[in-house]
């Protein structure tokens, strides 16, 4: 079973600075198959980009996913106030068992 | 638009089963592997078991797999989760997802709004 750690925890930062969200294979994710998503208090996940870098449908060019292999990256280029909530990487393709992340919550500075 | 709505939930005494339904709409559902993912109170999102478009291809979560059975109706478009010997560390908000693949291997593109299971004497 693949674990995913995630970094940091919480992160703390204002409305137009840039958020950066790490998230870190046990081993290998095979053909970059990591997903990111957004999850709002009260409301179900929401999938931001899948395959590592590609944007879902509907999610605005400020939200980037870069990585391979073991480590990967979601970067929010200018945090918009509806931007605060937690982040989610999930591994997938690999056999039939998913796994997530512990989650990043990004809250207003 | 796609819709997933799940029923089914309640408080359920330790040790006692409880099945979970999920009624699709939307999508052709028989083209689609389907997921149960679950969120304890306060905590992160746990993947629980999914399952192919043809119920070919099934997986399960080590912390319930021997205890849940994931199944699915494809002339009914829904998706089920028979929960057997229930204990406290399965209360949680259980979601009902859709998977991108017909295999349960791809990401998950769109969620329910989850029914909530308390395993409480």
């Known amino acids: 079973e693949i674990v995913l750690t995630q970094s940091p925890g919480t992160l703390s930062l204002s409305p137009g600075e840039r958020a950066t969200l790490s998230c870190r294979a046990s081993?290998?994710?095979?053909?970059?198959?990591l997903a990111w998503y957004q999850q709002k208090p009260g409301q179900a996940p929401r999938l931001l980009i899948y395959?590592?870098?590609s944007r879902a449908t509907g999610i605005p060019d400020r939200f980037s996913g870069s990585g391979s292999g073991t480590d990967f990256t979601l970067t929010i280029s200018r945090l918009e106030p509806e931007d605060f909530a937690v982040y989610y990487c999930?591994?997938?393709?690999?056999?039939?068992?998913?796994?997530f992340g512990p989650g990043t919550k990004v809250d207003i500075k | 638009e796609v819709q997933l709505v799940e029923s089914g939930g309640g408080l359920v005494q330790p040790g006692r089963s409880l099945r979970l339904s999920c009624a699709a709409s939307g999508f052709t559902f028989d083209d689609y592997a389907m997921h149960w993912v679950r969120q304890a109170p306060g905590k992160g999102l746990e993947w629980v078991s999914g399952?192919?478009?043809?119920?070919?291809?099934?997986g399960y979560a080590d912390s319930v797999k021997g205890r849940f059975t994931i199944s699915r109706d494809n002339a009914k478009n829904s998706l089920y989760l028979q929960m057997n010997s229930l204990r406290a560390e399965d209360t949680a908000l259980y979601y009902c997802?859709?998977?991108?693949?017909?295999?349960?291997?791809?990401?998950?593109?769109?969620w329910g709004q989850g029914t909530l299971v308390t395993v409480s004497s």
């Open positions: 997802a859709k998977d991108n693949d017909g295999r349960p291997t791809g990401e998950i593109d769109y």
């Open positions: 395959g590592a870098s």
């Open positions: 399952i192919s478009w043809n119920s070919g291809s099934i």
């Open positions: 081993q290998s994710v095979s053909s970059s198959y």
């Open positions: 999930q591994q997938y393709g690999s056999s039939t068992q998913l796994t």
